[in-house]
């Protein structure tokens, strides 16, 4: 599962060995309106095709797998560049969950790549930003309003029992200071899952696995 208004293109240098693993990849569907967050996960896990997978998300894309676990049986949860409780959600965040700032947003200008790049990863693109028009595929305003209070407003308390967390010590948007228990990437971004895939190509295959 991508990241907030990404599609499975981040996804596009990952190699996993096809004698082991099938690949299946999920995308942004609309969300209905003033849909929680669970609602949402409930109807993304009716798109999962097989029984007792491996969940793997980055960012808020994390976050919803962890919410989708809740409605299937999985063998393994993975997230990347993601928080496991709302308690890891940065100062920010919390700020803008209790003033209600995040709805000032200007949500509409959705179609701004570089303001939209911003939201979802955390850092100016100037010089990227044909890259990110690649990979930031959901311009729709709705969405982006449901997903900005989705995450600012994540309650989840509980972390999930076997959780693996794969987590960069340069993240803009989760800052390693608030996250606790994960496997650590030196100088990796939130968008390490781009940036960084030989990491992932040669570690994913053994913690899916083991």
């Known amino acids: 599962m991508p990241g907030m208004a990404a599609s499975p293109l981040i996804f596009e240098n990952i190699r996993l060995p096809e004698d082991q693993f099938e690949v299946h990849y999920l995308e942004w569907i609309l969300p209905e309106r003033h849909e ?6 409930k109807r993304m896990s009716d798109l999962v095709l097989h029984d007792n997978p491996v969940l793997i998300g980055v960012s808020f894309g994390g976050m919803l797998v962890q919410e989708m676990a809740r409605w299937i049986t ?7 560049s993601s928080v496991k409780d709302k ?17 000032l947003l200007p949500t509409g200008l959705v179609n701004n790549v570089e303001l939209l790049a911003k939201y979802a990863f955390g850092e100016a693109v ?3 930003l044909e890259l990110y028009r690649k990979y930031l595929s959901v311009r729709d305003k709705t969405y982006i309003d449901w997903a900005i209070h989705a995450i600012v407003c994540w309650n989840r308390t509980t972390v999930l029992p076997g959780i693996v967390h794969i987590h960069g010590d340069k993240d803009p948007v989760f800052p390693i200071a608030g996250i606790k228990d994960c496997i650590r990437i030196k100088n990796g971004t939130h968008i390490m899952i781009i940036n960084r895939f030989k990491w992932f190509n040669e570690h994913l295959p053994s913690l899916i696995a083991h």
């Open 36 to 41: 929680s967050l669970q609602n949402y996960a």
């Open 126 to 128: 100037v010089n990227r």
């Open 74 to 80: 999985v063998r393994k949860v993975i997230i990347i």
């Open 87 to 103: 308690d890891e959600l940065p100062a920010k965040m919390l700020f803008a969950r209790y003033t209600g700032i995040y709805k």
